[in-house]
């Protein structure tokens, strides 16, 4: 069953019915404000972190669900004086849920628009944050389409957050005594602990008078009511309610008469102010807010010209961004996520790692190493100087003996192990980010710019150095068999092997009791053979013929060792625990296969040749791939093993025990790309395509249009059923697999790529793609079986697959690939 549908032409997935099965989300913001926003107008929002400048409040598992947010509520003044039921109702739906006579949300990219018509009022909400503002805006159009004029009043509101969303849901002996607001000219301005160490504010403004406003939640709820009925809107009445502690909302009452067939627009703005430390006050001696620069934004933006022409720059920008890679393939599944989706959700990604999402509190996770680089994997095309910034953030929290926190806050950008340290895996990723970088950009300097350790000045050192830094890392911390320490974990989290946990409640992230010395990763061993290969290249570039040799002596012993320790027999082993006993091989009861692994190593080029990289993804494909995509590991674990921590601790089929951890499927796919099987990678492209799996919405649960962390497996009580929609590496693995290794349009160091991969029956495919300047207008043509590739540019035929010079007057190239060889 379908909850809506794809407007590929709008760009926007239409959903048609307010009660989705989970709450289908949005992501508001580019920069520094952002916002998360729900198909009913759930959510909340936040300046640059998610914990530490919460906006507004928004609470998690809660009943109903996804209670919060940015609420319009309509009254029917009329209805209400002759007694008559639904007299008030909210356009979003919630959260008074009443039903409407239409409904329609429309996320795009970046802004959201909600519908909803009911008793012959329509009203249309756009939501959206303008290009490098700190606020965002809620333009709602309102029509009568009565017969007789129609008496309202409108009511807004949102609840504020104390700042520390944190703090906000714990500390309530302090919270419930330092709520302070101001009012002036209808403008709503929070000000919690502004009077001390804060020198911002919140404010929620309106395009209309105002009739009367509410900032003390219980005056406008009514005690013991929810947001579903407040007493204000009630009653039609407001009480100009000032918060001095307990809970300080926005809340402002609009009357309006609208005649027929008339229609009005009212906007709201929710921004964040931050004022310089010497102008906090309006009056230095005075405890009142300075508001000036807050007044000059709203005077423009409170008007519909602005904001009307703001959201059409929002388009254009990412009109330009998607400009940079869109491909015409038979298959409109491929088509939209490639065009659209999946590099919206990649720019998710790389704004906020795993921290802020419906299913991510904001408050736990901040920017994590690992995941951020993986994230600019499928990100750097976009905006590489954006990447360029991150690279240098991340590298910057770097330690000096090459480890990593496993995670920064994004407002202070430095690290913490709040939440867990030693992932033995997080200090090789920074390399793939790099490497990812140079492809796009041939920016050589970036290695030689100095970048401080674990954000110390007086430390810093290229970060050539750094990268260094990070090899060296693995190559220190080898163990019995030669392969890498394990640590707390590697990319899987957790496969905690050094945790022997018997607490309950005990955080498998933060507790280590075995000394570390045995237990080993084969996966961090394919992963360092991949970064000491682009180590190998980057220093040929670098003419660093010493590194060159050292990379690639490391490399090559690393794979002695993996083939001596690490290979099963038939697929690749998945570690060693502390007892030294294999983890993921035919020996073990449960667990004997792990796809990381097999991703990981045939990535890294083991086995292409001797035949045993085909012996392990058939592996795979008989003992992990399911209808739903592929599981991580099999058999799951039906009981906990102390030696292994977290990953069975969960039930079977879900999360890392057996569950279809999707971030891990386009590492199959493109091991089956690197051997030339383009059907078998789209296959299992298409099984975790969120596209592909709207038709099941209801079993599947999440967004059709992005990709989720987590299907449950085949073990599970629910197979097919996903969490975790939005913040996972999924976006930027599989945004390579499809674009990079089956489409075969690929960024390398000297040029670009072009090896596509495709199925027999496709007759062919045209990509453009912008590339260091250059327009690639590609056309691809099968002209026969096979993946044999003829290419040519501007009708010039080229030997081998990459196009590595491009005149230099020219910003634009034809480039005709026929593929298979004529028999
Ligand atoms: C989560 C983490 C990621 C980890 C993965 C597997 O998605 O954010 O870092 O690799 O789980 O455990
Ligand atoms: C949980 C999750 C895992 C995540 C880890 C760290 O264990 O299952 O996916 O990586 O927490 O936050």
Redesign the pocket.
């Known amino acids: 069953m379908k909850f809506g549908y794809f407007d590929d032409q709008n760009r926007e997935y239409v959903i048609q019915q307010p009660n989705t099965p989970l709450p289908w989300i949005n992501f508001l913001g580019n920069e520094k404000y952002f916002g998360i926003i729900s198909n009913t107008a759930g959510g909340y929002s936040f300046y640059q972190d998610a914990r530490l400048r919460r906006i507004t409040r928004y609470r998690y598992n809660n009943a109903p669900l996804d209670v919060g947010g940015r609420y319009l509520y309509i009254r029917d003044n009329k209805a209400a004086s002759l007694g008559q039921e639904d007299y008030y109702w909210s356009p979003s739906w919630q959260p008074v849920r009443k039903d409407l006579d239409q409904y329609q949300c429309r996320h795009g990219l970046g802004y959201t628009t909600i519908l909803g018509k009911k008793n012959d009022l329509i009203c249309e909400g756009s939501y959206f944050v303008p290009l490098n503002q700190d606020f965002e805006v809620w333009r709602f159009t309102l029509k009568n389409q009565r017969k007789q004029p129609a008496d309202l009043s409108l009511y807004s509101a949102v609840e504020f957050c104390l700042w520390d969303a944190a703090d906000d849901q714990n500390n309530f002996q302090r919270n419930l005594s330092i709520g302070e607001v101001e009012v002036e000219d209808g403008v709503i301005y929070h000000k919690t602990e502004y009077r001390e160490r804060r020198n911002h504010y919140s404010y929620l403004a309106c395009s209309v008078p105002i009739k009367g406003f509410e900032t003390q939640r219980e005056a406008f709820l009514g005690p013991y009511r929810g947001w579903e009925n407040p007493l204000a809107v009630e009653k039609g009445t407001t009480e100009n309610s000032l918060a001095h502690g307990w809970q300080p909302i926005g809340a402002h009452h609009i009357r309006l008469t609208l005649q027929p067939g008339e229609s009005q627009e009212v906007i709201f703005i929710l921004g964040y102010q931050e004022n310089s430390r010497k102008k906090k006050f309006s009056d230095p001696e005075s405890q009142i807010l300075n508001k000036s620069e807050a007044k000059s934004k709203l005077k423009m933006y409170l008007n519909s010209d602005y904001v009307v022409n703001a959201l059409s720059e929002l388009k254009e920008y990412w009109d330009d961004l998607l400009g940079v890679y869109q491909v015409n393939t038979p298959d409109p599944h491929i088509d939209r996520m490639v065009n659209l989706w999946n590099q919206y959700q990649v720019m998710a990604t790389f704004n906020f790692s795993?921290s802020a999402s419906y299913f991510e509190s904001g408050i736990g996770r901040g920017m994590?190493f690992?995941?951020s680089n993986q994230d600019l994997l499928g990100f750097v095309h976009l905006i590489p100087e954006r990447a360029r910034e991150r690279i240098l953030d991340l590298a910057g929290t770097q330690k000096e003996d090459g480890s990593a926190y496993h995670q920064y806050s994004p407002l202070t950008k430095r690290g913490n192990d709040a939440v867990g340290s030693d992932f033995n895996d997080d200090p090789l990723w920074l390399v793939l980010a790099v490497a990812a970088y140079l492809k796009e950009t041939e920016d050589w300097p970036i290695l030689d710019n100095l970048v401080p350790y674990d954000n110390q000045p007086g430390s810093e050192k290229t970060l050539f150095h750094h990268l260094n830094a990070s090899i060296n890392f693995t190559l220190d911390r080898l163990g019995p068999h030669e392969l890498p320490l394990i640590g707390r974990a590697d990319?899987?989290?957790?496969l905690n092997l050094n945790c022997y946990s018997t607490e309950p409640g005990q955080s498998f992230q933060t507790t280590t009791n075995k000394g570390g010395k045995t237990a080993e990763s084969v996966f961090i061993a394919g992963l360092f053979i991949l970064a000491a290969n682009e180590m190998v290249k980057i220093s040929k570039f670098r003419k660093d013929e010493i590194s060159v040799n050292r990379y690639q002596k490391a490399a090559e012993k690393m794979e002695l060792s993996i083939w001596e320790h690490g290979w099963d027999g038939e697929w690749f082993k998945r570690a060693y625990d502390d007892a030294g006993a294999p983890v993921g091989s035919r020996s073990c009861a449960e667990g004997q296969i792990f796809i990381e692994p097999q991703g990981f190593c045939i990535m890294a080029g083991l086995g292409l040749r001797n035949g045993k990289a085909r012996m392990a993804l058939d592996s795979v494909n008989e003992r992990l791939a399911t209808e739903h995509g592929i599981v991580l590991q099999q058999p799951a674990y039906s009981k906990y093993y102390l030696n292994l921590g977290e990953i069975t601790s969960y039930p079977p089929g879900y999360k890392?025990n057996a569950g279809i951890?999707c971030?891990t499927n386009p590492w199959i796919m493109i091991a089956e790309a690197m051997l030339g099987e383009g059907k078998k990678a789209l296959d299992y492209y298409h099984l975790i395509n969120p596209s592909v799996r709207e038709e099941f919405s209801d079993l599947h649960k999440c967004e059709p249009y992005v990709y989720a962390?987590m299907i449950a497996g085949r073990d599970a009580a629910t197979p097919g059923e996903a969490k975790n929609s939005w913040l996972?590496?999924t976006a930027a693995w599989n945004f390579l697999a499809i674009s990079q290794w089956i489409l075969g349009i690929r960024p390398d160091y000297d040029g670009l790529i072009i090896d596509p991969v495709i199925p027999e029956e496709w007759n062919g495919f045209q990509a453009v793609r912008k590339f260091r300047n250059v327009t690639y207008k590609i056309n691809v043509s099968r002209i026969g079986q096979g993946d044999d590739l003829k290419i040519s540019i501007d009708g010039k035929h080229i030997r081998g697959n990459i196009i590595k010079r491009v005149p230099r007057d020219l910003s634009e190239i034809e480039v005709d690939v026929s593929i298979g060889s004529v028999t």
């Open positions: 795993r994590g690992r995941d990319w899987n989290d957790c890392e951890f971030h962390q996972t590496g």
